[in-house]
Structure formats: structure tokens, C-alpha cells
């Protein structure tokens, strides 16, 4: 594969190029959820945040790794639902349909 790389094939390059940004975008969103993930976990302390925010700040691959591991199994407990919307009254009052003129007949 290595080899292939090297020499010239443009659109083995251009392929290259996209794949590359993908897995750029994923570490991306994947190291913003566990940076969310840290301040959404009750059971940490602030300490506790503050010392995995720092480590996953200053080793990103080796933190986010780590925090993955120790706990990622649980990401999706701590993950917000969506609320359901609202079912307040409206303090609005709306006219009451009035019924169709007739004409008279004739």
C-alpha cells in the first residue's frame, strides 16, 4: 500500500486525501464527547474533571484512549435525553368559528 502511495496515482492520492479527513473529523467529534462526557458525569468530582479535562487536554490520543477505556461503557447513560415538548396552555384566545352565510332563496 505504502508503495502505491509513493508513486504517482492521482486519484489513489485523492482517495488517500479524503480518507484522511475523515478519520481527522472522527477523532475531532469523538475527543468533543468525551471532553462533554466529563462535565456531564455526576459521580466525578470537580478535581476529578478538571484532572481528566487536563489529561485528555494536554495527551489527547493517549487520554481520550484511557477515558474510553476506563469509562466510555457508560457514555450513553450520562448522555441527555430529549425533553418532550410542552404542553402548556396557550394563554391566547382564539374567535369561535362562525357558521357560513346562506343565501336566501328564491
Known sequence: MLFAAETNYPLLQVFLSMLYFFLFVIWIWIAIMVIF?????????????????????LLPYLGVFIYLIARGGKMHERRPTPRPPSRRRS?????????????PRS
Not at 462535565?39 to 487536554?57: E, T
Not at 394563554?91 to 343565501?103: D, E, G, M, N
Request: aromatic share 14%; glycine share 6%; hydrophobic share 45%.
Open 37 to 57: 462526557d466529563i462535565f456531564r458525569s455526576r459521580d466525578l468530582s470537580g478535581w476529578g474533571k478538571a484532572l481528566w479535562f487536563l489529561f485528555v487536554l
Open 91 to 103: 394563554t391566547t384566545t382564539c374567535a369561535r368559528p362562525q357558521a357560513p352565510a346562506t343565501s
